[in-house]
């Protein structure tokens, strides 16, 4: 619980970050993610942050939970339910960007997937997020499909689906 407005305040300066036209995420600031989205994780026990000195420089919601808009894509892995682990909302403190915080977030993901028994991951991102993809690429993920939908009630949305398995 300590760490929520912490969490809370990177969103917003992501937000921010994106109305100046620094990052390009494809978020909306009064609709996702919110301070609510990380109170909601915080008590589903799927909230994960990364601290650097004390200092909370990223965080994410890591769970089993595949969003419906998976059924629209086409995974190379017909993986079980319970074999998959996802990665939701990693976000990086603008201000630490480019200092191996994402990548080493998701090196904590594939981890904490293994010690769960999960060796098929899925993560998603909106098309929009070229810096995104970029590093999931670069971790050996791949881009299965592209789903057109209103996700995280934010419209118009290009789903980038992406997978690995481990």
């Not at 929520?4 to 921010?16: K, L, R, T």
């Not at 004390?54 to 939970?65: E, F, L, P």
């Not at 603008?94 to 999960?118: I, M």
């Amino acid at each position: 619980m300590q760490d929520i407005d912490a969490v809370a305040q990177i969103y917003e300066a992501v937000h921010d970050a994106e109305e100046a036209g620094a990052l390009c995420i494809g978020w909306d600031r009064s609709v996702y993610p919110v301070r609510q989205t990380a109170l909601a994780a915080l008590a589903r026990e799927d909230l994960f942050v990364e601290e650097e000195e004390g200092a909370v420089v990223a965080a994410a919601i890591i769970n089993q939970t595949q969003v419906p808009e998976y059924a629209l894509c086409s995974w190379e892995y017909p993986a079980q339910e319970n074999e998959v682990m996802v990665l939701h909302t990693l976000v990086v403190d603008p201000q630490a960007k480019g200092r191996g915080y994402g990548s080493r977030f998701v090196d904590f993901y594939e981890s904490y997937a293994l010690e769960h028994g999960c060796r098929y991951l899925r993560m998603d991102t909106n098309e929009r997020n070229a810096s995104a993809r970029a590093l999931y690429r670069n971790l050996g993920y791949r881009e299965v499909s592209i789903v057109p939908c209103a996700f995280n009630g934010i419209p118009g949305v290009q789903l980038v689906c992406l997978e690995k398995t481990l």
